[in-house]
């Protein structure tokens, strides 16, 4: 069973930082992508940035310049730098990833994270 495990998270003023991590383990035979979306209250989850193995990154638009996606392959992790919040930026946020296991290679299945609250004061 593979389970990605976020860290991170938390109550900050506007403007500040965060960092979220996410760590994938388990019986991974290879990974496709990993990224990031959050869910606020009242709406849908959304993406807020991917990053795929081979090197390509997306961002939703309201987070580009702000936000930071990287990926340590080695340790099958994923990141978020989040300078520069906002109030709106408040939302659970859940890492995602799109991997093989050993006992289905070449097949991919998707996997959450539990999900960490991010929350911006005004």
């Known amino acids: 069973q593979v389970q990605p495990v976020e860290f991170g998270g938390g109550l900050v003023q506007a403007g500040g930082s965060l960092r979220l991590s996410c760590a994938a383990s388990?019986?991974?035979?290879?990974?496709?992508?990993m990224g990031w979306y959050r869910q606020a209250p009242g709406k849908q989850r959304e993406l807020v940035a991917s990053?795929?193995?081979?090197?390509?990154?997306v961002y939703e638009d309201s987070v580009k310049g702000r936000f930071t996606i990287s990926r340590d392959h080695n340790k099958n992790a994923v990141y978020l730098q989040m300078d520069s919040l906002k109030p709106e930026d408040t939302a659970v946020y859940y890492c995602?990833?799109?991997?093989?296991?050993?006992?289905?290679?070449?097949?991919?299945?998707?996997?959450w994270g539990q999900g960490t609250q991010v929350t911006v004061s005004p």
């Open positions: 995602h990833a799109i991997l093989q296991v050993l006992t289905f290679p070449g097949k991919d299945f998707q996997y």
């Open positions: 990053s795929t193995t081979a090197g390509n990154t």
């Open positions: 388990g019986s991974i035979f290879a990974i496709n992508s």
